[in-house]
């Protein structure tokens, strides 16, 4: 009896590490993946959100800017 469960202690082993060894497959294989698309994506020279939302508050401004001067010019337009 005491050998059937060394049998099965030796199994259990065998089977904890094999999951130990595909978790850190698991992880090697995100990280290659991450890295993989890091590169692409900064080959692309797609921009950041940051950059997109910093030009967009710049456009913006300027719309706002465009339709003050514009608003300005009809009144001097008027007058005239």
Same mark, same amino acid.
């Not at 130990?20 to 900064?42: F, H, I, N, P, Y």
């Given at each position: =009896?005491?050998?059937?469960n060394k049998v099965f202690e030796d199994l259990s082993q065998l089977m904890t590490n094999a999951m130990g060894?595909?978790?850190g497959a698991k992880t090697e294989a995100e990280t290659a993946m991450k890295s993989? =698309?890091?590169r692409w994506l900064a080959d692309r020279d797609f921009v950041t959100r940051e950059e997109f939302?910093?030009?967009r508050a710049m456009a913006q401004k300027a719309r706002e800017e465009n339709e003050a001067l514009k608003a300005r010019l009809d009144a001097l337009e008027k007058d005239a």
């Amino acid at each position: =009896m005491q050998t059937r469960n060394k049998v099965f202690e030796d199994l259990s082993q065998l089977m904890t590490n094999a999951m130990g060894v595909a978790q850190g497959a698991k992880t090697e294989a995100e990280t290659a993946m991450k890295s993989l =698309m890091d590169r692409w994506l900064a080959d692309r020279d797609f921009v950041t959100r940051e950059e997109f939302d910093a030009v967009r508050a710049m456009a913006q401004k300027a719309r706002e800017e465009n339709e003050a001067l514009k608003a300005r010019l009809d009144a001097l337009e008027k007058d005239a």
